[in-house]
């Protein structure tokens, strides 16, 4: 009997194990209290541990509840969390989809390194997630009950999350983990937002240098917990000022780096060029969360915006630094065509307004009858994520298949 | 009746309910693993929930026992969560004492707030900390298991903190925490060292300019989990080669701020004034922890090293920026006396080597025939936690009663 070290087990769906449950909970209709708490989850959810000493172990299927953490765990007090937030759609044609899932997989990964806690094969995420919709899906005599089939167009939010829920309080990094899938039924914001007869779009708040929500050589590149939770007072301030996100600026010279949730989006002139430019804040800064929508909406507009595009005149896409002074300036200039921001929870939403200090930049009217290039492109992904317009098969939508009784 | 709103309920530790374990826990030995597991809790632990509704209700205090948190609880996601670190000593005369345990209340309600968690009247948290160890104190026929009234020197980790544990995936201020204080025997750094025949002092590895702990307009003086998790892979990284924290150094001159879980101090001779100076970096750049102990060293230093104290030379107390550079400097040209870091985890250690990048700045063969300002200093803080050398009434040493059985 040798000594070698034991090899430590990878993340595998394949061996998922499945305990269905026997109490199925109400489904919250649209718009009432228990979708807008964004917090009543579906009947089931996926968990997998991990440990230092044997990695990963079953994933499993099983009826949702509060998870028994120790009081000494180190996701309560080192924050040692991340998570993803994706959605799964329900298309015309009746399937399931995710948009591509294997990016918020890797990024989940990449996450979970920063914040010391496991690594794993992340191409694994997306069949996890299927097996929970699976679940959650027809079985006899009880058809899909959170995402109907006859419901194209509707979706739900999945929150991939892992933690640290060892019994560690010394400051190390953590020996046990947890990786969790919960899916949750979200209220839709633009909808909600048209209903109030509102014109659609977000009023963003412009950091103050005091506050400051990431540095270069920090981590506000990945989806750490601890990113989140010291932005909030700025959130909640803004909230009470009326405002829907802050835009965190950054540096001296203020740096536009992207808005709470979101990432941040300018169509504009360039005053050098005369060129129309869609613009947004660069990655290899690391001060922003590089976007799956973010790098999907780049990719569209790389392709299909380089040429006219119905009445929608030519844009080069850049990645570049640019301030809130530039913004102001082209905004007095009449050279801002349209702003949006992209994200999983947000989608692409028109920002109406930007709030600096005294100054109000009102981009709704700077630039509502030259705008459509946001609409296009939501209309473009829409069309892949709920699989219609002939996108059916587009590699960016990962359909998940009914589950197979056996 | 009127629609006034309701009267949120302060933080009141006199009305504290109490149930008591009938399953005592085994306390563990000294250099025992479960011991250096540093997560072995006593039998019980005090729990007051919090609700934006309706404030805090009644502190408990329970048989110590896993938490059953919501998958969605803020704390799992976003960070909501900090703590303090505080210890409880066994005195020679046998009392029970905390460390100006007012200034960790204080610290602790700044912090939460700053994680938007909700804040308290700091007076109260001592009192429940006080009832928690009188619970874990005698009883009939029971003696103080946790820390023997005849053994002096003893302490117990006190964890105070406060996390938001409602089901709350959205981005927003939690609604729902929980306020917990946990007591854990943790075992004492500066005897294992000792014990294991080393030169005494840590090894400190100076951080790189592409990894910062914390930066301006950020919470790096708040003890939020969130400057942990994110720092735990440098942590790692440094132990890995042997080192036992980061020295963490921020921006272009890489100024020295503190070392992980610890402040940091030099005594050295100033090179433009020729004065003996003790200096640790400042707090009005928010980029270090406030800490206690580093609070009492700079008190302590003021009051008793104005003069010739004993065989030791006056020093002049300074809290001002400086870098490696400079630390650098003052050890090729021997004008270092010694170094050490204060924390109530490492207390008063002294700090053997730095190392930046290549250059090993071997600290205690530059100091050691001269050092003795950081042994002065931890005996004084010694004779007020352990109540001796006249320091039994010391106005930083908090005593704990027994509890009247009533």
Redesign the interface.
């Known amino acids: 009997m040798g000594s070698a070290a034991p090899t430590l087990a990878e993340l595998d769906a394949s061996y998922i194990k499945v305990t269905r449950s026997t109490n199925l909970r109400d489904v919250p209709l649209p718009g009432s209290p228990e979708e807008l708490?964004?917090?009543h989850?579906t009947d089931h959810?996926v968990t997998v541990r991990w440990t230092a000493s044997n990695g990963w172990d079953t994933p499993e299927v099983k009826p949702?509840a509060?998870?028994?953490?120790?009081?000494?765990a180190?996701?309560?007090?080192?924050?040692?969390?991340c998570?993803e937030g994706m959605k799964v759609y329900r298309g015309q044609d009746g399937k399931l989809r995710l948009f591509r899932p294997d990016l918020n997989g890797e990024r989940l990964d990449g996450s979970s390194?920063?914040?010391?806690l496991p690594g794993f094969r992340f191409a694994e995420l997306k069949h996890l997630i299927a097996k929970l919709m699976q679940i959650d899906g027809p079985r006899m005599n009880i058809p899909y009950r959170w995402l109907p089939k006859d419901q194209p167009g509707r979706f739900l939010?999945l929150?991939p999350?892992v933690?640290?829920n060892g019994?560690?309080?010394?400051?190390?990094?953590?020996k046990e983990a947890l990786l969790?899938i919960?899916a949750?039924p979200w209220p839709d914001p633009s909808k909600k937002k048209q209903e109030e007869g509102a014109p659609h779009g977000l009023k963003l708040l412009a950091s103050q240098?005091?506050?400051?929500r990431a540095?270069?050589?920090?981590?506000g590149y990945?989806k750490?917990?601890?990113?989140?939770?010291?932005s909030?007072?700025a959130?909640?301030r803004a909230?009470a000022l009326g405002f829907d996100q802050v835009l965190w600026l950054f540096g001296e010279d203020r740096k536009v780096t992207e808005a709470?949730?979101s990432n941040f989006f300018i169509v504009w002139d360039n005053k050098e060029t005369g060129k129309r430019e869609l613009i947004t804040a660069p990655l290899d800064s690391q001060l922003i969360l590089p976007g799956v929508t973010r790098r999907s909406v780049l990719e569209l507009a790389r392709t299909h915006f380089a040429q006219p595009c119905g009445k929608l005149a030519p844009v080069e896409v850049v990645e570049r630094e640019f301030t809130i002074g530039d913004i102001e300036e082209a905004w007095k200039e009449g050279r801002i065509v349209e702003s949006f921001v992209s994200g999983t929870?947000f989608f692409i939403t028109p920002v109406k307004l930007i709030r600096n200090g005294n100054v109000d930049i009102d981009l709704l009217t700077a630039g509502a009858e030259r705008a459509g290039y946001a609409a296009q492109i939501k209309s473009w992904l829409e069309a892949i994520m709920y699989g219609k317009d002939g996108q059916e098969n587009h590699k960016w939508g990962f359909v998940i298949e009914d589950e197979i009784e056996n």
């Open positions: 708490s964004h917090s989850c959810m949702f509060n998870l028994s953490i120790p009081p000494t180190s996701c309560l007090h080192y924050a040692t969390e998570f390194k920063r914040a010391s939010y929150r999350t933690i640290g019994t560690q309080l010394g400051v190390q990094t953590p969790f919960i949750v240098p005091d506050t400051i540095w270069p050589g920090g981590f990945a750490l917990g601890a990113n989140y939770g010291p909030l007072a959130h909640g909230q709470g949730a929870a």
